[in-house]
């Protein structure tokens, strides 16, 4: 099998590029390979499904671009597609005057990154929104919604298909072998052959790199989030994206509340360690991948500067008492009865040397080949943006060896 543009990973993020590449270049031989019998069956499959305004994001950073960009891309994709979506909004609450320092942190950053209709609210207003939050002050934004990623994802497989590129599922890279004229991809016994390639692994993004010959600045650490579901009485006290302020130390929102597309509202994720990189319960452990977390020097500097944050998150991972006393931080009138523990995602986190969470999209390069290294959340809010900017480079590539 040959083609002139390879994609390894089927989740949202390589599937966008696929497509992006596809549109760019009409008629281009173009396949994505994915290990599952699916495409989009981990973070793509697996996420709180919001669509992210880029509110959070340091101005002029790939991820607010991106973010900001993207967006209006995915609307734009889904109203042509008929892919159901919802602009429901979000508030950001402040649940103490402490917080409100780092609040209008948050919203200078909206303002700098070209958000329209986003506002600092008082608790008044706080409570005409969500009636049964607590907050002292907020921000409201309008923008943000809920969406199915997978729906997506399915969508853009099938645009790939009909352009006449291909989905290989089933095909776990082992051995990727490049020479003067192409690279060669392999699964057991099965090879590809391709003019470029371009790795995105998610959770393997850097064993692929290393597979390849690249030595990434840093390791991906594997962070589970676990959901829980609210029971359908207790619906009633959320009305659309409630989130608490952020700890600026960490690239993680912390456990909110969420509207879902397909009904119901469901409570996290929380981030906790994941023994496996595809370990979606406690107990899925795979000893080398283990191991190769916790001997990684950026791990043993990160839990040693937030030991306490890590109990904390391992606490409230086991206990379901611990996870809705952070719920009713946010909705006091939970309780115990409402929420029933549901499921689990598992986010591809960068962590470098000096145990500092990469909080930004990390892309290399090789002559036939690109990786995109870290890809956390909004990727999937950004992926048409993202998959864009990689088709660029893409192009440019193949320009290169053609010529």
């Known amino acids: ?5 390879t994609i390894i990973g089927g989740g949202i993020v390589g599937l966008a590029t696929a497509w992006q590449i596809q549109n760019a270049h009409p008629g281009i031989r173009i396949a994505v390979l994915e290990k599952e019998p699916a495409v989009a069956t981990h973070q793509t499959d697996r996420n709180s499904g919001v669509i992210h305004s880029g509110i959070y994001y340091k101005p002029g950073s790939a991820k607010a671009i991106n973010c900001v ?25 402040a649940g103490d005057e402490k917080q409100i320092p780092t609040l209008e942190g948050i919203y200078k950053r909206g303002i700098e990154n070209g958000l329209k209709g986003i506002r600092m609210i008082d608790a008044r207003e706080a409570k005409e929104i969500e009636p049964h939050c607590h907050a002292v002050k907020g921000i409201w934004v309008p923008q943000a919604g809920i969406i199915d990623y997978r729906v997506v994802a399915n969508k853009l497989a099938a645009l790939i298909k009909q352009g006449g590129g291909e989905i290989i599922t089933g095909f776990k890279v082992d051995r990727i072998v490049k020479d003067k004229a192409s690279i060669r991809i392999s699964c057991d016994n099965r090879t590809i052959v391709s003019k470029l390639a371009i790795g995105c692994a998610g959770l393997y993004a850097d064993h692929l790199a290393r597979m390849a010959g690249v030595e990434p600045p840093h390791k991906i650490v594997p962070f589970r989030g676990e959901f829980y579901a609210l029971s359908p009485e207790a619906t009633r006290l959320v009305r659309g994206l409630i989130y608490p302020v952020p700890d600026v130390n960490f690239p993680f929102l912390g456990v909110h509340l969420t509207k879902r597309i397909d009904g119901g509202v469901e409570a996290g994720p929380n981030a906790v360690l994941a023994f496996r990189r595809e370990g979606y319960k406690h107990l899925d452990i795979h000893v080398g991948e283990l191991a190769e977390a916790l001997r990684y ?36 009138a939970l309780r115990m009865e409402d929420i029933t523990r549901s499921r689990a995602g598992v986010r591809a986190q960068a962590l470098d040397h000096q145990g500092n969470l990469v909080d930004d999209y990390v892309i290399l390069q090789q002559e036939r080949m690109i990786h995109l290294c870290n890809a956390p959340s909004p990727a999937a809010t950004s992926c048409l943006s993202i998959g864009e900017y990689v088709a660029g480079i893409a192009g440019e590539k193949l320009r290169g060896l053609e010529g």
């Not at 099998?1 to 543009?5: A, E, G, K, R």
């Not at 891309?73 to 950001?92: A, H, N, S, T, V």
Request: net charge positive; with cysteine; charged share 25%.
């Open 69 to 93: 960009k993207g967006y209006g891309m995915l609307l734009d994709f889904c109203r042509q597609y008929d892919i159901p979506f919802e602009l429901c909004g979000k508030i950001i609450i």
């Open 1 to 5: 099998m040959q083609f002139d543009v």
């Open 297 to 332: 020097p950026g791990f043993v500097r990160l839990a040693i500067k937030h030991w306490r944050k890590g109990m904390d998150e391992m606490h409230r991972s086991f206990s379901k008492r611990a996870f809705l006393k952070s719920l009713q931080i946010l909705v006091p």
